[in-house]
């Protein structure tokens, strides 16, 4: 269980260990006129809202950090071959972005866009850059990078839920597998194969974009009809989360004890 926090994320196994520190000294007595049970039930009402109001500014700072970002990169004029692609494929509002390494990205909260490098649309044959127009348009219509936002946000939040970042990265991967099939029916699954062999995935996306180059592993067993990968939790991943789940809530029932306490004295 260390381990995997050590290797997942050790700004959270620091924070954790400090929290387990802080349980394990402090024992403040249960609050009168109200049952253990009921300080559980409280502290588990008050962890929940506490959890939802951090994981809406935390989505909020990541959306305004994203939007920034994707203003500040340099845009490029459309070339002949992104033009067309643009008529064939029906997809409007395209956005070339300056740049020689081939990428494409879905990126925009509440109003998606689609953007692609100038070395993408110059480099990348008409049917190939048609695959990769659809696909991101999937995300569009699915509007993933809000969904990616919020799964991020929430990652973040509950660091000491493993199991939070675990759902962010299958539901990432589910994204792009489901836009892959958008445009495997459009176009074949030879172009989309072609199109994510020749993504290198060294753009200028944003964390929260859905970017062309996801999901390698799952996506090439798609293409080629073999049997999806299974993505289970590890065990170690559910038993830390439902360690750091009870040590949150105990030590906010801790708290609530001793503010209880100090407002009767």
Known sequence: MIVYLWRHNRVGLVVLAGLIGVRLVWHPSVSAGM??????????????????????????????????????????????????????????????????????????????????????????????????LVHEAAHARRRDPLRRLMLRAAADVLFFLPLAGWWFGRQSERAELSADRAAIDRLGAKAVARALARMDGAGPAPATAAAFHGAAEARIAQLLGDDLPIRKPSRAGVIFSLTGLVVVVSLVMCVGQAAWAALTA
């Open 35 to 132: 049952t253990m049970a009921q300080c559980w039930l409280v502290s588990i009402a008050v962890v929940a809202g506490a959890s939802l109001l951090a994981v809406a500014a935390r989505a909020t700072w990541l959306g305004v950090a994203a939007a920034r970002s994707l203003a500040a990169l340099p845009r490029a004029a459309e070339p002949a071959g992104l033009e067309g692609a643009i008529r064939r494929s029906g997809v409007p509002g395209v956005v070339c972005l300056a740049g020689a390494n081939p990428a494409a990205f879905c990126a925009g909260v509440l109003r998606p866009r689609l953007y692609l490098t100038a070395g993408a649309a110059e480099a990348i044959p008409a049917e190939e850059l048609d695959a990769i």
